[in-house]
């Protein structure tokens, strides 16, 4: 079964109806119908809440994170072995911190990162990226 890991990033551009939310909802799909897993930290996971509440407002933000439930997006918490690894990937690379999050994610999950930030060109030799531009 795919393996895929979503940052903030994507789920955003989904809700957005940005460039790329086709793909992000290809994907989703694929994980409603049981082809695929989906994957997300709790760090990017509150990333699309505070995102979303800057830009669109409380009550926009509240209705999507209710709608991304509807999803069967695995949220994963940041314990202590996820959190010592992004740490050495913030000490290693210039990227930001949440960024990270996703990034052990999909190395400890040997999953797709699926993500549209410009900031993951700067690590993309650590694991597969699908882009979403």
Avoid: H
Wanted: hydrophobic share 50%; net charge neutral.
């Amino acid at each position: 079964m795919k393996n895929y890991v979503f940052d903030s990033f994507a789920i955003i551009a989904f809700y957005a109806d940005e460039k790329g939310s086709d793909l992000v909802e290809q994907v989703l799909t694929e994980c409603l119908t049981g082809k695929a897993r989906g994957w997300m930290t709790v760090i990017n996971w509150g990333e699309i809440f505070y995102a979303t509440a800057k830009v669109k407002g409380l009550k926009v933000a509240l209705d999507i994170m209710k709608n991304l439930e509807s999803y069967p997006l695995i949220i994963v918490d940041a314990d202590k072995k996820l959190t010592w690894e992004a740490a050495k990937l913030k000490a290693k690379y210039p990227i930001a911190y949440a960024d990270c999050f996703a990034l052990a994610l999909a190395k400890q999950k040997e999953a797709d990162l699926l993500t549209g930030d410009p900031e993951f060109r700067k690590v993309k030799e650590n694991v597969k990226i699908i882009w979403l531009a």
